[in-house]
């Protein structure tokens, strides 16, 4: 058993270095991005200035500005969730000495939250679903959603600690109907997790209905208890609705609930309200429309790249049409859905990065719907399809951005809405695939990942920089590209202690993954 635990963890930590990039990580600072730098910005005020006062974060110009107030415009949750990790990573530099920019403790460990979010939400689905999906089939999926690049990756971003809250608001609903005593400390947690969720994006309205969804889906009805008349929820429900307000009202200066507002987009809202007004049909026709392209389009489409929100959206109209007993459920399910898929309507385009990321928050319930549907358990063709895509979408992610057919665009082009846009890849299906047979895309998928970075660390610690160009050049893998040049030298300063650390993170990760998902 010891055996058989040491050889999963090995494999797991091979796959585990191979899909963390580096090329992200091993910058002189995190100030670029915008959206990126909103959410780091929120974690390194918390962890290192223990305020709300941004003067000193806000370092590539004001983005939320009012009355005096400098602001990030993206939302706190994310930097919150991530600051103890920030914290610790701002001690390890005081304690080491920042003799250099490359890789700081604090940038190291911060862009290990968002790994340590994903496997402790993958954790969350499992015990939620209660083995009612195969534990391999489960991993695929998790990891062919495409929310797992925004923790190899992009880690500053929402996503992963959208999957998070969501869970948990799923596992402890879950938790709370489950409890027989009329008290329970879940009645506590549930407005905290709400709160976290809104926190983390103020847009996801949806999560509200989860507990109506589990009471009729799991529940059937029959419980002792109702959530949302239970006291000590409506008392933690006040007091996480000061707490909000309060933030508000600190990072802001004003209390608001306008996510338009703190974006300073108050035209979206209103045009869109004008819209729905005089032409409601044809708003219906266009999200109808855009469905079909977010479902099926080479850029990204669900069907190939993200499987779970696809069958999840397919069970949940399965359920809506055969369930004898759910079909409210499951109409409210498909409201989800609906939100989130008119929020990309809105936008017109896969937001400038890997995948439709305004969707991933949704990839918890359809893992739920997934394993509570009766049309999933009558054709094992569901699970087969699953599985087998989930494969081929955690291969799109580890190519991503490998050759040019899988890059995005940095001049403006049609994307697949045939709106004209950057950062886009209408052909990325086309692109991925022909990758798969080049060379060059294996050579940048390893230079640019942690294995590659331990491997030319010990190289260079070996052989040293002239001979391992020399051994490059006599493979025929010579590097010349001013890109790999800068990676090599920034390898060369990074402190060995650094990579002990970064071993021992991965390895408490695996055996983390190894006793939680695969063993337990």
């Known amino acids: 058993m010891k055996k058989t635990k040491i050889i999963s963890i090995f494999i797991t930590l091979i796959f585990l270095l191979l899909f ?51 602001a990030p415009k993206g939302f706190l949750g994310s930097g919150l969730l991530a600051s103890p990790f920030l914290f610790f990573g701002i001690l390890l530099d005081k304690l080491f000495g920042e003799s250099h920019n490359i890789l700081t403790y604090k940038k190291l460990l911060y862009s290990f939250s968002s790994v340590f979010y994903l496997f402790f939400s993958l954790n969350l689905i499992k015990k939620s679903i209660d083995n009612k999906l195969e534990t391999k089939t489960l991993i695929l999926a998790f990891f062919g ?18 999957v998070f809250t969501v869970s948990l608001i799923i596992y402890l609903t879950i938790k709370y109907y489950s409890d027989e005593n009329s008290t329970s400390i879940f009645s506590l947690l549930l407005p905290l997790s709400f709160l976290l969720g809104f926190l983390v994006r103020w847009t996801n309205y949806y999560i509200l209905f989860i507990p109506f969804i589990i009471l009729k889906i799991t529940f059937k009805g029959n419980v002792k208890k109702y959530i949302f008349k239970d006291p000590i929820f409506l008392v933690s429900s006040a007091l996480s609705l000061g707490l909000f307000s309060y933030l508000s009202k600190a990072i802001y200066g004003v209390v608001t609930f306008s996510p338009t507002f703190v974006y300073q987009a ?74 989130s898929f008119f929020v990309v309507s809105l936008w017109t385009s896969t937001a400038s990065s890997y995948g439709f990321r305004y969707l991933y928050s949704l990839i918890p319930l359809s893992f739920y719907v997934i394993a509570n549907s009766e049309g999933t358990v009558r054709y094992p063709v569901f699970t087969k399809y699953l599985k087998y895509f989930s494969i081929f979408s955690i291969l799109s992610i580890l190519f991503f951005e490998s050759t040019t057919g899988t890059q995005l665009s940095t001049e403006v082009v049609i994307n697949s809405f045939g709106i004209e846009d950057m950062y886009s890849q209408p052909y990325y299906l086309t692109g991925f695939i022909q990758s798969l047979t080049m060379l060059t895309a294996y050579l940048k998928i390893f230079a640019t990942s942690f294995l590659g970075l331990f491997s030319f660390k010990f190289l ?18 010579s590097f010349e590209n001013k890109d790999f040049v800068d990676l090599l030298s920034s390898i060369e300063i990074i402190e060995i202690h650094k990579f002990i650390l970064i071993l021992l993170i991965c390895i408490y990760i695996c055996n983390y993954f190894y006793e939680k998902i695969i063993s337990d």
């Open 20 to 70: 963390l990039k580096s090329d992200f990580r091993v910058i002189n600072e995190l100030n670029c991005c915008q959206d990126d730098y909103d959410y780091y910005s929120h974690a390194l005020t918390i962890a290192q200035d223990f305020d709300f006062d941004y003067s000193n974060q806000l370092v590539s110009g004001k983005r939320f500005y009012l009355n005096g107030k400098d």
């Open 145 to 162: 959603s495409g929310v797992a690049y925004f923790a190899f990756e992009r880690f500053s971003m929402t996503h992963v600690y959208e």
């Open 266 to 339: 108050s035209n979206i809202s209103s045009n869109l309200i004008n819209e729905l007004n005089s032409n409601f049909f044809n708003v219906l026709f266009k999200l109808c429309k855009d469905t079909y392209h977010i479902l099926f389009t080479q850029e990204f489409g669900l069907v190939w790249f993200s499987p779970v929100i696809f069958l999840g959206l397919l069970m949940t109209c399965y359920g809506l049409l055969f369930s004898s007993t759910n079909k409210s459920a499951y109409f409210v399910i498909l409201l989800c859905f609906g939100q």
């Open 460 to 477: 260079l610690i070996t052989i040293g920089s002239e001979n391992l160009n020399l051994l490059l050049k006599n493979l025929g893998l």
